[in-house]
């Protein structure tokens, strides 16, 4: 069974940094994150390909950063944080075609809290 770990979350003031790992059981191709702020939908943040290839959200672009340095372990590297990044984010994985779509992606973290202070 797969299984995703994510951890890093915390409570952090508009402005700061804050990173973000996961690590997966086993290697699949794309891994992602998306975050879920409550009443609101689960939303696309950035994904990694094995090659490297990535893709980023708008609101997050220039801010956030994913690296994969093993193919097990990614990172989310999150900078000049916004009251409105407060969310429980989401490590997931996924194969070759899956990019920006939840329903894309087969495997699912179980979350962490990212709250960031105004």
């Known amino acids: 069974q797969v299984q995703l770990v994510e951890s890093g979350g915390g409570l952090v003031q508009a402005g700061g940094s804050l990173r973000l790992s996961c690590a997966a059981s086993v290697n699949l191709y794309t891994m992602g994150w998306f975050r879920q702020a409550p009443g609101k939908e689960r939303e696309f943040v950035a994904s990694?390909?094995?090659?490297?290839?990535t893709d980023y959200a708008d609101s997050v672009k220039g801010r956030f950063t994913i690296s994969r340095n093993n193919p097990d372990l990614v990172y989310l590297q999150m900078s000049s944080l916004k009251p409105q990044d407060t969310a429980v984010y989401f490590c997931a994985a996924g194969g070759a075609m899956a990019t920006t779509l939840p329903g894309q992606f087969d495997y699912w973290g179980q979350g962490t809290q990212v709250s960031v202070s105004s």
């Open positions: 990694i390909r094995w090659h490297g290839g």
